[in-house]
């Protein structure tokens, strides 16, 4: 439905979210909370099926980037 209305930028929390925004073939999707190991791999898996999608995530240290390296997945630092 906002796809609709010309929104294009989605933000979610889980991989969960991140599927469904997926599959409805959302252009821009921030995976807004640190992904970090099977986690990290399943969005990381998700992100690269979907070719037509930027997906960027948020990273709370250097530790959560490894994951991360050479993805083409956009990359945000939160900091607290």
Not at 5 to 12: E, M, Y
Not at 16 to 29: F, G, H, I, N
Not at 31 to 39: C, D, N, R, S
């Amino acid at each position: 439905r906002y796809l609709a209305h010309g929104v294009s930028h989605f933000k979610c929390a889980t991989t969960k979210e991140l599927a469904v925004l997926l599959r409805l073939s959302a252009p821009d999707v921030l995976l807004a909370f640190p992904a970090v190991g099977a986690t990290a791999g399943r969005a990381r898996r998700l992100l690269s099926e979907a070719p037509t999608t930027q997906g960027s995530i948020l990273v709370e240290s250097a530790a959560h980037l490894t994951a991360w390296a050479g993805s083409g997945v956009g990359v945000f630092l939160d900091l607290n």
